[in-house]
């Protein structure tokens, strides 16, 4: 499967955006989504994952209640809704799926087994 992450800019601190990822293929309902993001100078961190049919979500606590993930699989599209943007937001963010994952290793990026090619954020202050 290949991934398309698009929707990141730069925005002032506050603001809010919606990243989207589509993906090709026909199984995408087969797949756990996750947004992981990597800030400059720092390791990807895992951000957000849903369950296959969506009925199941996770966050990181860096961004309870300011992230939420979804997906229309029948868009075959993950989406991210970012609210309350602060400077420490800012970074690369890349979708990733999961063909046989357990909703245990969510968390875990090398669970993961395709990625796209990562769309910026940049929150200034």
């Known amino acids: 499967v290949q991934l398309q992450a698009s929707g990141g800019g730069l925005v002032q601190a506050g603001d809010s955006l919606r990243l989207s990822c589509a993906a090709s293929g026909r199984t995408f309902s087969r797949y756990v989504m996750g947004w992981f993001r990597r800030a400059p100078g720092k390791e990807r961190e895992f951000v957000a994952a849903i369950s296959r049919s969506g009925g199941n979500t996770y966050y990181a606590d860096a961004v309870k209640g300011r992230f939420t993930i979804s997906r229309d699989n029948a868009k075959n599209t993950v989406y991210l809704q970012v609210k309350s943007l602060g400077p420490e937001d800012t970074g690369v963010y890349y979708c990733?799926?999961?063909?046989?994952?357990?909703?245990?290793?969510?968390?875990?990026?090398?669970?993961?087994?395709?990625w796209g090619q990562g769309t910026l954020v940049t929150v200034s202050s």
């Open positions: 990733a799926a999961g063909a046989r994952l357990i909703l245990s290793s969510y968390s875990n990026g090398d669970q993961y087994d395709y």
